[in-house]
T-cell receptor, first 112, second 112 residues
Framework: QKEVEQNSGPLSVPEGAIASLNCTYS??????FFWYRQYSGKSPELIMS????GDKEDGRFTAQLNKASQYVSLLIRDSQPSDSATYLC????????????FGAGTRLFVKA | DAGVIQSPRHEVTEMGQEVTLRCKPI?????LFWYRQTMMRGLELLIY????????DSGMPEDRFSAKMPNASFSTLKIQPSEPRDSAVYFC??????????FGSGTRLTVV
Protein backbone atom coordinates (compact mmCIF):
# COMPACT_ATOMS: atom_id res chain seq x y z
CA GLN A 1 0.00 0.00 0.00
CA LYS A 2 1.60 3.22 -1.16
CA GLU A 3 1.26 5.93 1.46
CA VAL A 4 1.86 9.62 1.90
CA GLU A 5 2.06 10.81 5.49
CA GLN A 6 1.60 14.35 6.79
CA ASN A 7 1.15 15.81 10.24
CA SER A 8 -2.50 16.90 10.34
CA GLY A 9 -1.72 19.94 12.47
CA PRO A 10 -2.97 22.48 12.99
CA LEU A 11 0.31 24.29 12.56
CA SER A 12 0.11 27.82 13.90
CA VAL A 13 2.71 30.46 13.02
CA PRO A 14 2.79 34.23 13.50
CA GLU A 15 2.55 36.54 10.53
CA GLY A 16 5.94 37.06 8.92
CA ALA A 17 7.40 33.78 10.19
CA ILE A 18 8.50 30.76 8.15
CA ALA A 19 5.99 27.92 8.00
CA SER A 20 7.50 24.46 7.49
CA LEU A 21 5.29 21.65 6.24
CA ASN A 22 6.59 18.11 6.00
CA CYS A 23 5.65 14.93 4.17
CA THR A 24 7.02 11.40 3.89
CA TYR A 25 6.16 8.80 1.30
CA SER A 26 6.55 5.06 1.08
CA UNK A 27 7.12 4.31 -2.63
CA UNK A 28 10.84 4.59 -3.45
CA UNK A 29 10.24 4.71 -7.21
CA UNK A 30 8.09 7.85 -7.09
CA UNK A 31 9.37 10.51 -9.45
CA UNK A 32 6.97 13.45 -9.13
CA PHE A 33 5.96 15.41 -6.05
CA PHE A 34 3.41 18.15 -5.57
CA TRP A 35 2.03 20.55 -3.01
CA TYR A 36 -1.57 21.70 -3.20
CA ARG A 37 -3.27 24.40 -1.18
CA GLN A 38 -6.93 24.01 -0.27
CA TYR A 39 -8.91 26.81 1.28
CA SER A 40 -11.95 25.86 3.30
CA GLY A 41 -14.85 25.04 1.00
CA LYS A 42 -12.71 25.26 -2.12
CA SER A 43 -10.95 22.79 -4.38
CA PRO A 44 -7.23 21.93 -4.13
CA GLU A 45 -4.94 24.23 -6.10
CA LEU A 46 -1.49 23.21 -7.31
CA ILE A 47 1.17 25.54 -5.90
CA MET A 48 4.44 23.64 -6.32
CA SER A 49 5.83 20.65 -8.17
CA UNK A 50 9.29 19.13 -7.80
CA UNK A 51 10.90 16.24 -9.63
CA UNK A 52 14.57 16.13 -8.58
CA UNK A 53 16.48 16.24 -5.31
CA GLY A 54 17.17 19.64 -3.81
CA ASP A 55 15.28 22.87 -3.49
CA LYS A 56 12.89 24.61 -5.85
CA GLU A 57 11.85 28.16 -5.14
CA ASP A 58 8.82 30.06 -6.41
CA GLY A 59 8.23 33.40 -4.76
CA ARG A 60 7.69 32.88 -1.03
CA PHE A 61 7.42 29.09 -1.49
CA THR A 62 10.30 26.61 -1.46
CA ALA A 63 9.82 22.91 -2.04
CA GLN A 64 12.53 20.55 -0.84
CA LEU A 65 12.94 16.95 -1.95
CA ASN A 66 15.17 14.22 -0.54
CA LYS A 67 14.51 10.95 -2.35
CA ALA A 68 17.00 8.99 -0.24
CA SER A 69 15.04 9.87 2.89
CA GLN A 70 11.69 9.79 1.04
CA TYR A 71 10.92 13.22 2.37
CA VAL A 72 9.30 16.30 0.84
CA SER A 73 8.81 19.65 2.51
CA LEU A 74 7.29 23.02 1.77
CA LEU A 75 8.59 26.23 3.29
CA ILE A 76 6.49 29.38 3.23
CA ARG A 77 8.51 32.50 3.96
CA ASP A 78 6.99 35.70 5.32
CA SER A 79 3.75 33.87 6.10
CA GLN A 80 0.57 35.86 5.64
CA PRO A 81 -2.91 35.32 7.09
CA SER A 82 -4.02 34.58 3.51
CA ASP A 83 -1.75 31.51 3.60
CA SER A 84 -4.06 29.94 6.19
CA ALA A 85 -5.32 26.80 4.48
CA THR A 86 -4.83 23.04 4.32
CA TYR A 87 -1.72 21.97 2.43
CA LEU A 88 -1.83 18.61 0.68
CA CYS A 89 1.30 16.71 -0.22
CA UNK A 90 0.90 14.49 -3.28
CA UNK A 91 3.23 11.90 -4.79
CA UNK A 92 3.05 10.52 -8.31
CA UNK A 93 2.61 6.76 -8.41
CA UNK A 94 4.79 4.99 -10.95
CA UNK A 95 1.89 3.21 -12.57
CA UNK A 96 1.35 5.24 -15.70
CA UNK A 97 -1.70 7.38 -16.29
CA UNK A 98 -0.30 9.91 -13.84
CA UNK A 99 -2.07 8.60 -10.75
CA UNK A 100 -1.19 10.63 -7.64
CA UNK A 101 -1.44 9.63 -4.01
CA PHE A 102 -2.51 12.43 -1.67
CA GLY A 103 -1.66 12.89 1.97
CA ALA A 104 -4.37 13.85 4.44
CA GLY A 105 -3.13 17.43 4.58
CA THR A 106 -1.73 19.81 7.19
CA ARG A 107 -3.86 22.70 8.39
CA LEU A 108 -1.90 25.93 8.64
CA PHE A 109 -3.02 28.98 10.61
CA VAL A 110 -1.11 32.23 10.24
CA LYS A 111 -1.90 34.61 13.08
CA ALA A 112 -1.97 38.32 12.34
CA ASP B 1 -9.09 28.50 -20.43
CA ALA B 2 -12.26 27.80 -18.45
CA GLY B 3 -10.59 25.19 -16.28
CA VAL B 4 -12.20 21.92 -15.23
CA ILE B 5 -15.97 22.36 -15.18
CA GLN B 6 -18.15 20.31 -12.88
CA SER B 7 -21.91 20.25 -12.54
CA PRO B 8 -23.99 20.53 -10.54
CA ARG B 9 -22.26 22.51 -7.76
CA HIS B 10 -24.69 21.22 -5.17
CA GLU B 11 -26.97 18.21 -5.21
CA VAL B 12 -29.45 17.19 -2.53
CA THR B 13 -31.25 13.94 -3.14
CA GLU B 14 -33.21 11.33 -1.29
CA MET B 15 -31.79 7.96 -0.43
CA GLY B 16 -32.35 5.48 -3.22
CA GLN B 17 -32.34 8.03 -6.00
CA GLU B 18 -29.90 8.03 -8.90
CA VAL B 19 -27.29 10.80 -8.93
CA THR B 20 -25.19 11.81 -11.94
CA LEU B 21 -22.20 14.10 -11.61
CA ARG B 22 -20.64 15.65 -14.70
CA CYS B 23 -17.18 16.85 -15.60
CA LYS B 24 -15.59 18.62 -18.55
CA PRO B 25 -11.77 18.43 -18.39
CA ILE B 26 -9.36 21.01 -19.74
CA UNK B 27 -8.90 20.67 -23.49
CA UNK B 28 -5.69 18.81 -24.28
CA UNK B 29 -5.49 17.04 -20.94
CA UNK B 30 -5.38 13.29 -21.44
CA UNK B 31 -6.01 12.02 -17.92
CA LEU B 32 -9.12 12.53 -15.82
CA PHE B 33 -9.67 11.65 -12.19
CA TRP B 34 -12.68 11.41 -9.90
CA TYR B 35 -12.03 12.01 -6.19
CA ARG B 36 -14.29 12.05 -3.15
CA GLN B 37 -13.43 14.17 -0.10
CA THR B 38 -14.80 13.85 3.42
CA MET B 39 -13.52 15.12 6.74
CA MET B 40 -12.98 11.58 7.98
CA ARG B 41 -11.28 10.05 4.94
CA GLY B 42 -9.71 13.01 3.13
CA LEU B 43 -9.27 12.81 -0.64
CA GLU B 44 -10.04 9.37 -2.00
CA LEU B 45 -9.34 8.44 -5.61
CA LEU B 46 -12.37 6.70 -7.05
CA ILE B 47 -11.36 6.11 -10.67
CA TYR B 48 -9.12 7.55 -13.32
CA UNK B 49 -9.06 7.55 -17.11
CA UNK B 50 -6.17 7.92 -19.51
CA UNK B 51 -7.06 8.78 -23.11
CA UNK B 52 -10.72 8.05 -22.26
CA UNK B 53 -9.94 4.51 -21.08
CA UNK B 54 -10.56 3.56 -17.43
CA UNK B 55 -7.19 2.61 -15.94
CA UNK B 56 -7.89 2.02 -12.28
CA ASP B 57 -11.31 1.79 -10.65
CA SER B 58 -10.15 0.08 -7.49
CA GLY B 59 -11.26 3.06 -5.44
CA MET B 60 -14.90 2.80 -6.48
CA PRO B 61 -16.64 1.88 -3.22
CA GLU B 62 -19.07 -0.65 -4.62
CA ASP B 63 -21.18 -1.55 -7.60
CA ARG B 64 -23.51 1.34 -6.93
CA PHE B 65 -20.83 3.61 -8.39
CA SER B 66 -20.04 3.76 -12.09
CA ALA B 67 -18.10 6.18 -14.28
CA LYS B 68 -17.84 6.77 -18.00
CA MET B 69 -15.77 8.88 -20.32
CA PRO B 70 -17.36 8.66 -23.76
CA ASN B 71 -15.02 11.25 -25.27
CA ALA B 72 -12.09 13.47 -24.36
CA SER B 73 -14.29 16.34 -23.21
CA PHE B 74 -16.84 14.70 -20.95
CA SER B 75 -17.10 12.29 -18.04
CA THR B 76 -19.85 11.22 -15.67
CA LEU B 77 -19.89 9.62 -12.25
CA LYS B 78 -23.16 7.90 -11.40
CA ILE B 79 -24.40 6.61 -8.06
CA GLN B 80 -27.41 4.32 -8.15
CA PRO B 81 -28.98 3.89 -5.66
CA SER B 82 -27.58 6.67 -3.49
CA GLU B 83 -27.15 6.28 0.27
CA PRO B 84 -26.57 8.83 3.07
CA ARG B 85 -22.96 7.63 3.46
CA ASP B 86 -22.28 8.81 -0.09
CA SER B 87 -22.60 12.40 1.11
CA ALA B 88 -19.32 14.13 0.32
CA VAL B 89 -17.67 16.59 -2.03
CA TYR B 90 -16.83 14.96 -5.34
CA PHE B 91 -13.99 16.46 -7.34
CA CYS B 92 -13.00 15.91 -10.92
CA UNK B 93 -9.43 16.71 -11.94
CA UNK B 94 -7.50 16.55 -15.19
CA UNK B 95 -3.85 16.65 -16.21
CA UNK B 96 -1.50 16.32 -19.17
CA UNK B 97 1.77 14.42 -18.96
CA UNK B 98 3.33 13.99 -15.49
CA UNK B 99 2.25 17.37 -14.24
CA UNK B 100 0.03 18.30 -11.36
CA UNK B 101 -3.72 18.23 -11.50
CA UNK B 102 -6.22 20.97 -12.13
CA PHE B 103 -9.29 20.38 -10.00
CA GLY B 104 -12.84 21.41 -10.73
CA SER B 105 -14.86 23.33 -8.17
CA GLY B 106 -16.46 20.13 -6.94
CA THR B 107 -20.00 18.87 -6.42
CA ARG B 108 -21.28 18.85 -2.86
CA LEU B 109 -23.60 15.86 -2.61
CA THR B 110 -26.04 15.45 0.25
CA VAL B 111 -28.13 12.29 0.43
CA VAL B 112 -30.98 12.49 2.93
Amino acid sequence: QKEVEQNSGPLSVPEGAIASLNCTYSDRVSQSFFWYRQYSGKSPELIMSIYSNGDKEDGRFTAQLNKASQYVSLLIRDSQPSDSATYLCAVGADTGGFKTIFGAGTRLFVKA
Amino acid sequence: DAGVIQSPRHEVTEMGQEVTLRCKPISGHNSLFWYRQTMMRGLELLIYFNNNVPIDDSGMPEDRFSAKMPNASFSTLKIQPSEPRDSAVYFCASTRDPYGYTFGSGTRLTVV
